[in-house]
């Protein structure tokens, strides 16, 4: 158990549709990102986010969009779901940065398929 | 920008064979490099790290060298077991406040 929780596990929706996803970091842990995972793609990074800033961009659409919030708790919304937006979605938290540790804590994901 | 190539996979091999997982980087600077493994099922987890030149990262077997000489991080591990049966990725980190870059994992599979 990593200590990052993300919820829900398993999303099925429809295209058009907004979801949002919600991850818990480590206790202690300031920093937040979101990965993408698909079979093509490989591991994407989305966003991350340190004790409520934005701190980096990566590949992420402008329908998507996400927080962190006082509480640490980060949430990614997903809007005007297509088809290719199907995929694990990871978040992870470390205490700082990441940077040279490189620890990442990765909670176990959340599935989206859109149909 | 910052990359990471993995080998092609899937790999598959028996139980106590000797297992090589390439990765090549490319980066500016001096990154850090790291292998991130993935159970079915579940998130990543780090499995091992190096920080700079010549040093080499284990854990649970596995071992990686970091080679500047040849912007290499090869993961290996003398006897693989069904248990070691997981995704594999590498990934480098730019500097202190940099994001991972991960390759596109690499799915080992066991047979006993």
């Known amino acids: 158990d990593s200590g990052v929780t993300q919820t829900p596990k398993h999303l099925i929706t429809a295209t058009g549709q907004r979801v949002t996803l919600r991850c818990s970091p480590r206790?202690?842990?300031?920093?937040v990102y979101w990965y993408q995972q698909s079979l093509d793609q490989g591991l994407q990074f989305l966003i991350q986010?340190?004790?409520?800033?934005?701190?980096a961009k990566g590949n992420i659409l402008e329908r998507f969009s996400a927080q962190q919030f006082p509480d640490l708790h980060s949430e990614l919304n997903l809007s005007s779901l297509e088809l290719g937006d199907s995929a694990l979605y990871f978040c992870?938290?470390?205490?700082?940065?990441?940077?040279?540790?490189?620890?990442?804590?990765f909670g176990e994901g959340s599935r989206l398929t859109v149909l | 920008g910052n990359s990471v190539t993995q080998m092609e996979g899937p790999v598959t091999l028996s139980e106590e064979a000797f297992l090589t997982i390439n990765c090549t980087y490319t980066?500016?600077?001096?990154?850090?490099l790291f292998w991130y493994v993935q159970y079915p099922g579940e998130g990543l987890q780090l499995l091992l790290k190096?920080?700079?030149?010549?040093d080499k990262g284990s854990n649970k077997g596995f071992e990686a060298t970091y080679r500047k000489e040849t912007t290499s991080f090869h993961l290996e591990k003398g006897s693989v077991q069904v248990s070691d049966s997981a995704v594999y990725f590498c990934?480098?980190?730019?500097?202190?406040?940099?994001?991972?870059?991960f390759g596109k994992g690499i799915t080992l599979s066991v047979r006993p």
């Open positions: 990934a480098l980190s730019g500097g202190a406040n940099s994001k991972l870059t």
């Open positions: 190096a920080t700079k030149a010549d």
């Open positions: 986010y340190y004790n409520g800033e934005e701190r």
């Open positions: 980066a500016t600077g001096y990154p850090s």
């Open positions: 992870a938290s470390s205490v700082s940065g990441g940077g040279y540790t490189g620890e990442l804590f």
């Open positions: 206790s202690g842990d300031l920093s």
